[in-house]
Every structure is written in C-alpha cells, then in structure tokens.
C-alpha cells in the first residue's frame, strides 16, 4: 500500500513539473511591446505667408496594429517663437506659424509624444520671407480748401506693417461726388503726386480717397476738401467762410480759429470755429460756422478788421462797387437776438438788429439769410466789415448765436 501511494505522488511531481515547463515555454514565445509614433506628413517644407497653417496627423501602433484615437502631445521646437499647435494633445492638430520668426535661420520642427514617452520622428518646417502686404495709406493734401480754379496736389503713400514704404505699391484715386472735380490720374505710383482740379461750377465738401491693393490686401485713405467755385465768389468780397478770413481781414494769429477781436464792454462773449455751416440752397459753405456765447449782462461784442500786422495799422478797403453785406445767423436760444455794425474811416456805422423793427426778424433754430444795406456808407473805405455786437439794455438775453458765410455782395 505504501509503495502505491508513493508511486502515484511521483507520478503527479512528474506532471506537475511538466506542465510548469509547457507554461513557461509559452510565455517564452509571447512579443515584446513596441509602440512607435508616425505623423503625417512627415516634412512641412516652407511656410510662406500665403498660407501659415499646416495640419498634422499621429499614428501610434503597438507591434504593428494602430492603437485607435491614440493623443499626442505635439512638441514644437523652438516653442512659441516659431509657432504653435492647436488642439494640444490631440490624434490631429493644426501648427500656427509665427512669420515673423527669424531664429535659426528660421528652422524648426514638430514632434509628437505618446504618453509612454515614445516620440515620432522630428516633421521639419521653415518660415520663409513674410509677404509685404499694405497696411496703412500716408494721404496728404496741400490744402483742404481751395478756390476755383485753382488746385490742391495730393501725396499718397504705401506702408508695410512696420510703416516702411511699399517700393512698387500703385495707388487707385477717385473723387466723390464725381461733378465736384476730378484728379489728374486715377493711378499713381505709391509716392507719387496727383493733382485736384474741381470743377467750375458748384460749391461744397469733396471726398478725395487714395486704395491702394498690395499682398491681397486693400487699404484707403480719404481727404475732404471744401471748394468755393467762381459761382459762389462772383460779386461777393467774402468776410468769413469755409475758407476763413476774407482778404485783408486780420485774424487773431496765423491758423487761429477764432476769428476775430473781442469788443471791450460790461458783457461777456465768446466766439470759436464749430463744425457744421449754413444750410443755403446752394450749398456752398456746409463745413464750419462761428458759434458766440453771450452771458446776458451789459454789452459784449467780436468784430473783424482790415488791417496788416496789428490793429492800429489798418488798411480799409474800397467796397463801393458792393451794395449789402450779407450773412447767415440762427440760435440755440429762444428769443436769441443780436445786433450787427459795419463801419467806415469816417466812424459812420450802420447798424441793423434781428427781432427789433425796424430791423431783421427774430433769429430761429434754423440758418435764415439776413441782408444789410451798406450804400448809404461805402462811397467812404470800409474799416471795419463786420462788428457783431450784444446789448442787454436792448433786450438782448443771454444767447448762444451761430453765424456764417458773411460777405459783401
């Protein structure tokens, strides 16, 4: 009995012991894991500025067999100076080339990580020459109002994005409304000048606009100008319009935009440039008007005068062939009033004032043309055309009044 148990433990040692060696022979004959990582394409090439972007695609496989929607970690080297990939991580990302990236001569490449730190091939790239597109257009006119018929020359000029000019850029000119005036070419080299001649008829605000189209992109550039033409100067000696003073008027200084001086009195007024003129049927002087603030007390006035230099070296001026001095008024203020002089070398002033009779209606909220007879004092020089004057003792309030387009017809 003995003897068979002993047999039958030998026999089970002995299978036991076989089985162990067929198990470890299979595990012997298992293949080692071996993920590799693939990106496609494997070369960018040149970046050119005509198009900065570039789509990549990771592959990882295990022994051969693709690991489905495996990410990546896309590494860019060198970091941020020569671009960036978006989505990061991701099976597909999109690499965002900085142009102006210049280091290393503008070399660079992309590699994709799998989490187990296996890393693809390096996918190489350079950036090329960033194109030159147009920026911006430098505009400038020697004159932004002009008389018929004479002319105003504009320079236009093309600028890169570092404000360098564009060696080459043309420039496309047009001139809105057309009947205004037209340019001397409708195309110029970026630099170049071209001349404005308006037309000779009709008066107002033209739009001169430079476009230049350089590197697929298109920039302006625009300049108003206002033109006075024969039509709107013809019989009139002009006071003060869109252009500024009249002839042998003194202004306070050389580019002052208030006109005028100041008339000593208990009152207190203020004149200044405002945009926005009269709305007359012709149009001719819609840019800007003088806009005088009265404070209601006492009297206060602005007045113009010919004279060269300084005020005490007047040089009036022979109005003889005019017979009225002429202006368009209006006011913010109901009941607004205000009384205008015109005065020659003999001290002799006529004098007219809005809403008293007799005299001119009242002012209202919208421009109203308002004429004064000058024949019974123009056979004398005029020394002073106009002399715009409030007085509280008339009834005048405090007011705030426009005034514009003033000349001698």
């Known amino acids: 009995m003995k003897k068979l148990v002993f047999v039958l433990a030998a026999v089970a040692a002995f299978s036991f012991a076989i089985a162990a060696c067929s198990s470890e022979k ?18 960018i090439g040149t970046i050119d500025a005509s198009s900065t972007t570039r789509t990549l695609t990771a592959t990882v496989k295990d022994n ?3 690991i489905p929607n495996a990410s990546v970690s896309w590494i860019v080297n060198p970091s941020t100076a020569s671009g ?4 990061n991580p991701g099976v597909s990302t999109t690499f965002f080339a900085n142009m102006s990236f210049t280091g290393n001569s503008g070399q660079g490449s992309i590699v994709a990580s799998y989490s187990d730190g296996t890393k693809s091939d390096p996918v190489s790239f350079s950036i090329g020459v960033p194109m030159i597109v147009v920026d911006s257009i430098e505009l400038t006119a020697s004159t932004t109002s002009v008389i018929y018929p004479n002319n105003v020359t504009f320079t236009a000029t093309a600028k890169d994005t570092s404000n360098a000019a ?7 000119w047009s001139v809105n409304p057309s009947s205004m005036g037209v340019v001397s070419s409708t195309s110029s080299a970026s630099g170049d000048s071209v001349t404005f001649t308006p037309a000779s008829s009709g008066s107002g605000v033209v739009r001169v606009t430079a476009s230049c189209t350089y590197g697929g992109v298109t920039k302006t550039a625009s300049q108003d100008i206002t033109v006075v033409s024969t039509v709107s100067v013809v019989n009139k000696r002009m006071v003060y319009s869109d252009l500024g003073l009249g002839p042998n008027i003194l202004s306070n200084a050389p580019g002052d935009n208030n006109f005028g001086y100041w008339s000593g009195g208990s009152g207190v007024a203020s004149m200044v440039q405002v945009s926005g003129g009269c709305d007359d049927p012709a149009g001719y002087d819609p840019a800007t008007c003088q806009k005088l603030v009265y404070n209601g007390f006492g009297w206060a006035g602005w007045y113009m005068v010919y004279a060269v230099n300084s005020l005490t070296n007047l040089i009036p001026q022979d109005l003889s062939g005019y017979s009225k001095l002429v202006m368009w008024m209006k006011t913010d203020t109901a009941g607004g009033k205000v009384a205008i002089e015109c005065k020659n070398t003999n001290d002799i002033i006529i004098k007219n ?3 008293v009779t007799p005299g001119w209606p009242i002012l209202t909220a919208s421009w ?9 004092i123009n056979s004398v020089p005029i020394a002073v055309p106009i002399n715009i004057v409030f007085e509280a003792d008339e009834g005048m309030p405090a007011a705030t009044i426009y005034i514009d387009y003033i000349y001698f017809e």
């Open 26 to 43: 299979k595990s012997n004959n298992r293949p080692t894991s071996t993920i590799t990582v693939e990106v496609t394409p494997n070369s």
């Open 64 to 66: 051969g067999t693709e």
């Open 84 to 87: 960036n990939c978006d989505p």
């Open 166 to 172: 564009i060696s080459g850029a043309s420039i496309s």
């Open 353 to 355: 004032t809005t809403g």
């Open 368 to 376: 109203q043309k308002y004429e004064m007879n000058i024949t019974s």
